[in-house]
Structure formats: C-alpha cells, structure tokens
C-alpha cells in the first residue's frame, strides 16, 4: 500500500583519548504531549519484558529489532545513587524522559555500593538502585545497568571502586592532575595493573558483586543487560593501546579474563539478558578492539565517542574540533566492524558531555545513518566531579537539576528527534533533518512480528505532520505521537514524514 497521510491531530566528561582522554554526555529534550503506553515488548508468553541479540540487532519477544534513544544517569559521588529530590531522580523524571519518547537510560551502579566492604553485599544499596529501575520500567524504559568508574577511586579523584580495592603499593600521587590527568599518576596506574592481575582476589570480588546484581535484577522487567566495566583504562599498557590497530596483548590478557569471570557470575543468575562489554578507553578515539571470542552468545559491544581534540580543548569537537567527523566515522565503523565479525550487537552508551551543539547534531546523524542506538551522556549535572564542561557549557539537559523548566530547548531540539523504537522487520536506513524537521525509514518487513512504532515528538510537529508510506498502511491515529505502521506483506517499506 502506499499514499500520502495528513496527520493533524496533537497540534568527561573527557576520557582519555589516544595519548590523552574522553569524556561524556547526557540527554534532553523537551515537555510534549505524553507518549501513548508502547505496544513493543508484550508478548503474551513473557512475565518479563527482555530483549535479546540476533545477529546485530536488540530483539523484541514479538521479534521486532528496537532501537534506543536515551541518557546516562550516573550519580558519581555517596552514596552512588540519586536522592529521592528533585535535583535527584524522582517519578516526575521518569515521566518527563517518557513524554520524550526516550525509551533507555543507562544507570550508574557503582562497585563500592554494591560491595562497600570486602566481600560483602550491600542489598540496602540494591534496594536504593531498584527504585530507580523501577520508575522507569513502569514507563516501558530499558534500563543498562552500569558498572561506572573513573579513574578507579576517590584517591584519584574518581570514583567506581571501595577503598578496599585499592592496591596502589604504596606509591604516592605527587600532585592532583585533575581528570582525566590522574589516570596517567603512577598510583593510579598500578592499582589498574594490580586488578587486572587478581591481586588480593579483586577480580574474583568484582566478578562476584555483578553476580549479586544480576541475582537481584533477573525477574525486574526492562533491565537491557548489564555494562561491565566503563571505560577500561590499561593502566601501564595504554601506550601500546594508542595506535589505529590497538592492544591485542591487553585485551587477550586482561580484559578477557576479566570478562569471562563476570559473565558466569551474570549466568549463574540470569541467563538471558544481554552482557555488554567495553572497548579500552582509547577505542573511543578511534584505535580498534581485539576483545573475543565469546561463548556467550548474548553479548553486545557498548563503546563511547568522543573526539580527541576535545580533549584539550574542552569541546566534544563540533565547535573547535574540525577533524571530529573523520575520526567519528572511524569510531562507528570500528564498532559495525566489530559487531559484524564477533558476533555481537552494539550501542553507542556515551558522547556528548557538552552543550556543542554542532557535535550533538554530528553524533546523532551518525548514529541514525549506522542504525545504532544511543544514550547521551549526560540526564543532569549532579555535581560530577570527572566531567570537565569548559568552553563548551554543562554536560547536563536542565541548566537547574531541581527544575526541569529549566531545559535546553536548543539541545532538546537535536537529542529529542523522532527514531523508530520497534521495527517489524530488518532496518535498512533512518534518517532525520532537524532542519526541514523531515525524517525517513526503510526497513524489510516481516509482518509477523507485528507492528513498526515510530517516535514522533511534538516539538518537532507542534500541528501535526505528514506521511507517504509505501509497504505500509498507518494504522495509529492521525497526529499521534507514535506513528504505528502495518506492513502488508514482505517486502521494502518506505516512510517520508514531513511538518504539517
């Protein structure tokens, strides 16, 4: 079928880049008509809503692949999660991110909440990560769960590991450098070396602690998976990690090990969500992974990007980084070249970090045009203490945390775009102008797995929108703000939606 359909209706943070860092950022967007409850995710034989890689896609129970559009919600500093408050995470933001049309969130869960002292589980620190989780699973919102860290500790000036877990040798840090300067300290280089090596069994704890979180998350619906390490810094070895072919040596014999050893502790408990595994931190600026093989078949490949010139110019790369696009390219390309040949799926889980406009609309773009999900980094402030911002304004979507008024509208306007979340068939492009506000989809259908959802905000289409589909017949009401498509058989559907 094809026509032309009127809708009216509803009028880090620098992180160290190849000889220097990267960093983060978080999402926006903007107040609009609640998002009608999605239909993906309900198949009648699941109690629990889950998603599960084929090939290189997230799959719904209904088989439809689904996409992610969202934020990080990290909260670095004690107790490691956010307050009940308004400058903290309440149900207002959870609704807020749903009225959106973001459907994920990757939330910060940090080590030394969950095992404050040696080898023990904090469940209370659990309980607190569960209210968050399920604020936003009761809006249909995918949760990652995160094992965030930045330069390993507080005495670094970072955070993520106990102070149990800090084997340094005694060496001394001879001068605070700041982050992401102080990933580069002896100390803070040793106590990386000596995890990586088990001293004291701090792998084997680490591995435990994420067998406590899968055991306590393995029934809650909308948990995606479980991120196992941010950004994994080399320690002594990230010189040999910073060239285009990156550090085989370090990735066979340190992170590896590392990964294998969490993910049967994941297994023990929950034997379906997908396990996503992290690049070394310079992958984020273009170097490659030589992560793999894997056994576990429900693996995706969660990386970062970032551009290095922002490193030193505290700029994601839009304003002041002219050779951000080539380099940002790369990063995708590695990451489809990865997936492709390791046998995993991937989402981009952090870029951004900044109010560079010009680079938010560079990241997204490439996103769209390499099919890949996102979660911006990052959803507030929250006081971070390893996010540098500088020149190019605050990583958060609110210039007040306590006051969601307080958005970015100019922000919102790129990171709140329409993406179709469930797609009833193989995606082949997407694509969205925030210029003419056009967006367009193809994808090959197959009709049995249901119903295509495509987001539409209404920020972009305050007096509704128009469609041209072919392949497809709309099946939503006109000017909803989820454009639901029915294909008619096999075959190439196409959609056009363009400003009433």
């Known amino acids: 079928m094809q026509g032309d359909v009127e809708d009216t209706g509803m009028k880090r943070r620098p992180v160290l880049r190849a000889l220097a860092v990267l960093?983060?950022?978080a999402a926006v967007a903007t107040a609009a008509p609640s998002l009608a409850a999605p239909t993906l995710h309900t198949?009648?034989?699941?109690?629990?809503?889950?998603?599960h890689r084929e090939g290189r896609w997230l799959v719904d129970q209904s088989g439809r692949v689904v996409l992610l559009h969202g934020v990080n919600a990290v909260w670095k500093r004690a107790p490691y999660v956010p307050p009940a408050t308004a400058a903290g995470f309440t149900a207002k933001d959870a609704d807020w991110m749903?009225?959106?049309?973001?459907?994920?969130?990757?939330?910060?869960?940090?080590?030394?909440?969950?095992?404050?002292?040696r080898g023990r589980v904090?469940?209370?620190?659990?309980?607190?990560?569960a209210r968050v989780v399920d604020l936003l699973a009761a809006r249909h919102i995918w949760v990652l769960l995160d094992f965030h860290q930045d330069m390993y500790n507080e005495r670094f000036g970072g955070e993520g590991f106990p102070a149990w877990a800090v084997h340094d040798d005694g060496i001394p840090t001879p001068y605070d450098a700041g982050f992401p300067g102080n990933y580069f300290q002896p100390s803070t280089t040793r106590a990386f070396d000596n995890f990586y090596a088990n001293v004291d069994g701090l792998e084997d704890l680490y591995a435990k602690a994420w067998g406590a979180v899968a055991e306590r998350f393995k029934s809650t619906s909308y948990v995606v998976g479980y991120d196992l390490l941010n950004e994994p810094w080399p320690g002594s070895q990230f010189a040999t990690c910073a060239n285009p072919a990156g550090c085989p040596v370090f990735d066979q014999t340190a992170l590896m090990p590392l990964y294998d050893k969490a993910t049967t502790a994941i297994r023990r408990s929950d034997p379906q969500r997908v396990v996503w595994v992290e690049p070394h931190a310079i992958f984020n600026d273009g170097a490659q992974t030589n992560l793999g093989p894997f056994t576990d078949k429900q693996i995706g490949l969660s990386f970062?990007?970032?551009?290095?010139?922002?490193?030193?110019t505290h700029s994601s790369g839009g304003k002041r980084g002219p050779d951000c696009?080539?380099?940002?390219?790369?990063?995708?390309?590695?990451?489809?070249?990865?997936?492709?040949?390791?046998?995993?799926?991937?989402?981009?889980?952090e870029f951004g970090a900044s109010d560079d406009l010009p680079d938010l609309a560079r990241v997204t773009a490439s996103a769209d045009k390499h099919l890949v999900g996102w979660q911006?980094?990052?959803?507030?402030?929250?006081a971070d203490p390893t996010t540098e911002s500088g020149a190019s304004g605050g990583q958060g979507m609110f210039r007040n945390d306590a006051d969601l008024s307080t958005l970015k509208q100019d922000k919102a306007d790129l990171l709140v775009r329409p993406f179709a979340r469930a797609v009833a068939g193989i995606p082949v492009s997407m694509?969205?102008?925030?210029?003419?506000?056009?967006?367009?989809?193809?994808?090959?259908?197959?009709?049995?797995?249901?119903?295509?959802e495509v987001v539409l905000p209404h920020r972009h289409y305050p007096r509704g929108y128009r469609v041209q589909v072919s392949g497809a017949t709309v099946v939503s009401a006109p000017g909803a703000p989820v454009l639901l498509l029915r294909a008619g058989g096999a075959g190439r559907v196409t959609v056009t939606v363009t400003r009433r």
């Open 431 to 452: 694509a969205f102008d925030p210029a003419s506000r056009t967006f367009t989809l193809a994808y090959d259908a197959k009709p049995a797995s249901g119903l295509t």
């Open 304 to 312: 970062h990007q970032y551009c290095t010139t922002a490193a030193f």
């Open 43 to 51: 198949a009648s034989t699941a109690k629990v809503a889950v998603l």
């Open 122 to 129: 904090d469940p209370a620190y659990l309980d607190k990560i």
């Open 325 to 349: 696009e080539p380099q940002g390219e790369l990063v995708f390309d590695n990451a489809d070249s990865f997936a492709a040949s390791a046998g995993t799926t991937d989402l981009l889980t």
């Open 376 to 382: 911006y980094w990052q959803y507030k402030e929250w």
């Open 23 to 25: 960093v983060a950022a």
């Open 98 to 117: 749903a009225a959106q049309g973001f459907n994920t969130v990757r939330l910060g869960v940090i080590f030394a909440g969950v095992m404050p002292q």
